[in-house]
């Protein structure tokens, strides 16, 4: 399992005990975000994929667990839907669970990799989308195709960008009412650059080598877990990213977390307070699974923090949405 | 001593202020001003650093500021170019220098 156990990360600070985590080491009252992770199966097998996700994975969630997660989205007045995955895409329900989403008017967020767009099978989303007025969330670890592709795998960033092209001429990008964000991460043991400065240059690079519009890039960080912490363990550099992470911890970033404000399902109905807690099996600590809840209230619960939670207090903190400091 | 460079200094940097104090933090407010937005911004700035520290041929400065630019979002290609405007101005001082020989040679020779 390498360094997706939490316990191999060693000599730190316990962020758990970090004084902030004391006083905002809970949830909002109300919960704006219902991330859904609806299947492990992917296209590609990125190298620094926190769910370790591929092409040989084969847990996915089926229709009762999503129509479960509606129900409870309803009855807690959740804000926005996010679906991730694995790629989403290759859930034969998720059409299902977009189109059901959209019937009630809910604001649906899918993280896509876009290159699953150009697989045969799925070059309807595009348009589906549109429709569907989703907002997309879309990988691009760089401008850049060797970057890109080195972290992807080879092909990734000409089939990226040939999706970018057709989402554009959708709308996306460009249309107020057709939400597209990219999101970047480092391609290493390093920490993201400032967000602003890094937009206007993807903005820039895009719009000059490819002309390709977007609305915002979110830059985060890379969290210690999953393929990125088993690249960490290996090549050696897991203290020096834990060394690096816990110096730039930002006391200021805790409240804003975003495991204070949304819950992260699994594909087989169980709750954990955020994507990379999923990644590490830290269940959330409510009573039971969606499937248990679905006509419960949430409680203000208790967040399960561990040391990898440092990834999303770093400097400007990170994020599902970027930054938040 | 069993190395010149040990990579271990660069975290002992700090250490060079506690014999001159007064003119450590002097450097080190100058420095860390140097580096600020200004009408060049953090990440012009760093390269030059990055570049400066190939010709000056420094290990710590190499080893630090290839970190930064990681962490500023400059890839491997753009690093690479930085040191080639370096290389090319050591080799062309180089190169200007030869015009000192040849007048040299030019005022000697018959």
Known sequence: ???????????????????????????????????????????????????????????????????????????????????TGGAPELNPDFPWFVAAAAERGIHTIVRTNLAVLREEGC????????????????????YTEKDTDRQRGAGVFAACIAALRELNDLGYGRDPALTLNLVYNPGGAFLPPNQQSLTAEYRKKLADAHGIAFNKLYALTNNPVGRFGDFLERSG????????????????????????????????????????????????????????????????????????????????????????? | MK??????????????????????????????????????????????????????????????YTQTLLQMGVNREQMIEAVHAAAAIRGGATLAHGMQAKNVVKQLEL
């Not at chain 1, 977390?257 to 959330?284: E, T």
């Not at chain 2, 450590?24 to 060049?40: I, N, Q, R, S």
């Open chain 1, 1 to 83: 399992m390498g360094a997706a156990d939490p316990a191999r990360i060693q000599g730190v600070f316990p962020f758990a005990e970090r004084e902030e985590c004391q006083s905002f080491g809970v949830t909002r009252r109300e919960l704006d975000i219902m991330q859904v992770n609806i299947c492990k199966r992917c296209n590609l097998s990125c190298k620094h994929c926190h769910i370790g996700a591929g092409p040989g994975r084969t847990e996915r969630m089926d229709r009762d667990v999503m129509a479960a997660c509606l129900r409870l989205f309803a009855r807690n007045a959740f804000r926005t839907l996010d679906i």
């Open chain 1, 123 to 142: 070059r309807r989303f595009p348009a589906f989308y549109a429709e569907k007025r989703v907002e997309l969330v879309a990988s691009l670890p760089y």
């Open chain 1, 237 to 325: 550099n897991l203290p020096g990213y834990m060394k690096r992470l816990v110096s730039a911890f930002n006391p200021a970033a805790v409240e804003s977390m975003m495991c204070r404000n949304q819950i992260s399902v699994d594909w087989d109905g169980a709750i954990y307070d955020c994507d990379f807690n999923l990644a590490l099996g830290l269940k959330a600590d409510l009573p039971g699974g969606v499937l248990d809840l679905t006509e419960a209230e949430l409680p203000v619960r208790r967040i399960v923090f561990a040391d990898h939670c440092y990834a999303c207090t770093a400097g400007a903190g990170s994020s599902c949405g970027g930054a938040t400091a």
């Open chain 2, 3 to 64: 190395t010149y460079y040990n990579p271990e200094d660069l975290e002992q940097f700090g250490n060079m202020g506690e014999d001159a104090p007064a003119l450590w933090d002097k450097f080190m407010a100058y420095y860390g001003g140097v580096f600020e937005e200004g009408a060049l911004t953090a990440k012009e700035k760093a390269l030059i650093a990055f570049a400066v520290a190939h010709a000056v041929q420094c290990p710590y400065c190499i080893d630090s």
